[in-house]
């Protein structure tokens, strides 16, 4: 059974950054592909950023150039570092794991205000 459990989520002023954390609990974490996603009020629930078990990876426009994903497969770990942050990214940030099936985290909040 696999369980993803999100951290790193807050209050940041405008410019600020955070660094979200998605710990994995399973087997074969390295051959996953992991992603972000992100779900503000009253809007869909949107693509982030995805690394591959290969670490290739992929950012919506949106975020490319500020935010990076990465894994660290010895911690089972995949991250998401966010630069210069603005208000429109507050959100709710899940973390989700696919190789068959997809599994999603609790996810964890993020807010951009000054």
């Known amino acids: 059974q696999v369980q993803l459990v999100e951290s790193g989520g807050g209050l940041v002023q405008p410019g600020g950054s955070l660094r979200l954390s998605c710990v994995y609990s399973?087997?074969?974490?390295?051959?996953?592909?992991m992603r972000w996603y992100r779900q503000a009020p009253g809007k869909q629930r949107e693509l982030v950023a995805g690394i591959t078990s290969g670490r290739t990876t992929n950012y919506a426009e949106v975020v490319r150039g500020r935010f990076t994903i990465s894994r660290d497969n010895a911690k089972n770990t995949v991250y998401l570092q966010m630069n210069s942050l603005k208000p429109e990214d507050t959100a709710v940030y899940y973390c989700?794991?696919?190789?068959?099936?997809?599994?999603w985290g609790q996810g964890t909040q993020v807010t951009v205000s000054s």
């Open positions: 399973g087997s074969l974490f390295s051959t996953y592909y």
């Open positions: 989700y794991a696919y190789k068959r099936q997809g599994y």
